[in-house]
């Protein structure tokens, strides 16, 4: 250690003597407001908000809007606990229910898996509507689509889509997103099949169907082999050149898993396909994929690796060619379950929305968390939602008005019967500032030599490192700072709740590592700095 010293201390006197160094008193501090966006929304507040349900458990898994208010699909509950159909309501601009229409094709078992998870407003008016669903308890999967009239009556439940794939395997598929197209619709999701020795698998699809809900055309979307696992694709959204991005998870490499992204042709033949993860659970669960304004890719995923560790909220933000620009992890030490709706905004940001502190069926934990966020990720506000039982967190949408509309379930006893479906609409925000932060340890551009001095170093964009060192950031904020987040390398390392707002780190071995700090205020709005340190020893 002493010969590491001697060899330090040389290194800066060199430095030095080619270095300006500056005379003010606070030489390496840096205020992150220079790189930061400014907020141009506050949290805004609930208009309304409306349970719908009877005895049973009823769930609202998605919401639209559509001209004269909204359209919601879920489940309606039995009285007698063991089953609940697909349900879809139709609301006006004030959540009062116009029309509400069951269907009786299908039967869901108490414990199936899956719902009615997507309605889309077609060109006549009326409606179509994604039901996926397994029961593995009953050895029970299939999947409908359901075509409704603008009146809300059925036209059409095409059932049961099974049948042989491109590769001779038995399949039955599970929508989950529907567009409509100029001759019918195309259809994504993920199918259960029956590999080689009998092993049960599934993969992603995508297919074409006409207005009468006959098959045009079907394909598998395979991330490795038949066999290698359970990959599904979750998420659909068209884009620009007429092909098609869909999301979702694939678990080849179990025990881990990984977000999965995949963009196709117009007739579903994959150009390319990315994952993202690390070595624990990291998948993309959410109902919403979207191209953005430049061309590049928007994911909503929860992960176990990265983060606060314990399942948070993870936005992904790639280039055309899906390659990552920029991530962010949102959550706590608990279990941010079930993110499933995400929604881009009028200011280029985006919102999501989550069950916070998830915890199983029936048990008395769970509330619904969204959250806006700017075009980089920084949090511009966050509310939450909830009763003393477990409530859901299924859909958010940006509205024409300015506002959002959000769907879930809102739970009042502690029994899976306990549920009915929620909608809260919120109004639009108004203008306040987020947190500003000034960075003292670390700095890019900067050498630090056993956490005592800090010299400027124009060699490099890095923060160079000899020995250990305490990070120190100085938050400020009008109405409080309410804690500050340090990552090494996407996982939280420390979070401090009072000043001084500082973390030691020590003992890490020599090498490169992403570095990020994220202060919050008590409005739930962030800033962030990050650069990367190269550890010389």
């Not at 869909?246 to 977000?259: E, R, Y």
């Not at 390319?272 to 659970?281: A, S």
């Not at 909830?386 to 024409?400: I, M, P």
């Amino acid at each position: 250690m002493y010969k590491n010293r001697i060899v330090a201390i040389m290194i800066v006197t060199i430095f030095i003597l080619t270095s300006v160094v500056m005379a003010e008193k606070n030489t390496f501090e840096k205020t992150s407001a220079q790189n930061k966006t400014v907020s141009t929304l506050s949290p805004p507040q609930v208009e309304w908000e409306h349970t719908y349900g009877g005895t049973g458990c009823d769930w609202i898994y998605f919401v639209r809007e559509i001209p004269g208010g909204y359209i919601a699909c879920g489940n309606k509950g039995h009285p007698d606990e063991d089953a609940a159909n697909p349900c879809v309501w139709k609301l006006d601009w004030e959540g009062n229910l116009e029309w509400e229409l069951i269907t009786t094709e299908v039967e869901y078992p108490r414990w199936g898996q899956g719902a009615p998870g997507w309605v889309e407003l077609c060109s006549d008016g009326g409606y179509i509507v994604g039901v996926q669903f397994n029961a593995f308890e009953e050895s029970l999967v299939y999947g409908i689509l359901w075509k409704i009239s603008a009146d809300g009556t059925t036209e059409w439940v095409s059932k049961q889509f099974q049948g042989e794939d491109e590769g001779d395997h038995e399949f039955v598929a599970l929508p989950t997103c529907i567009y409509e197209v100029a001759d019918g619709y195309i259809v994504g999701g993920y199918a259960y099949f029956l590999a080689p020795e009998n092993l049960v698998c599934s993969d992603g699809i995508l297919m074409k169907i006409d207005k009468n809900g006959n098959d045009v055309w079907y394909k598998t979307l395979i991330y490795d082999t038949y066999d290698s696992g359970e990959d599904l694709l979750i998420s659909l959204y068209p884009t620009s050149d007429g092909g098609y991005i869909l999301a979702g998870a694939t678990k080849a490499n179990l025990p881990a898993a990984d977000v999965w992204l995949v963009k196709t042709d117009a007739t579903g033949n994959i150009e390319w396909q990315k994952t993202y993860g690390g070595d624990r659970w990291d998948g993309s669960y959410s109902k919403n994929v979207y191209q953005t304004s430049d061309g590049g890719y928007i994911i909503y995923a929860l992960t176990l690796t990265y983060g606060a560790g314990k399942g948070d909220a993870w936005i992904i933000k790639t280039d055309a060619n899906g390659e990552v620009e920029w991530t962010e992890t949102y959550g706590e030490n608990t279990n941010e379950g079930t993110g499933e709706g995400l929604d881009l905004t009028s200011d280029g940001g985006y919102v999501f929305v989550v069950t916070r502190d998830h915890s199983g069926f029936g048990a008395p934990r769970g509330d619904i968390w969204v959250n806006k966020i700017d075009e980089v990720g920084n949090v511009q506000w966050s509310l939450t939602f909830g009763t003393e039982w477990e409530d859901r967190a299924y859909h958010v949408q940006q509205t024409a008005d300015g506002g959002y509309i959000i769907s879930g379930a809102k739970g009042s006893s502690n029994s899976i019967q306990g549920w009915d479906g929620w909608l809260i609409k919120l109004s639009p925000g108004t203008g306040v500032a987020p947190p500003e932060m000034t960075v003292k340890k670390p700095r890019a551009g900067y050498i630090f030599l056993f956490d005592i001095l800090g010299f400027p170093f124009p060699f490099t964009q890095n923060a160079l490192v000899l020995g250990d060192l305490t990070f120190d950031v100085d938050p400020s904020d009008p109405n409080g700072i309410s804690k500050v987040e340090f990552f090494i390398d996407g996982q939280v390392v420390e979070t401090v709740t009072e000043a001084p707002y500082t973390y030691e780190w020590m003992d890490a071995e020599k090498g490169t590592y992403d570095v990020k700090i994220r202060a919050y205020n008590t409005d739930g709005a962030t800033c962030k700095e990050e650069l990367t340190i190269q550890k010389i020893f």
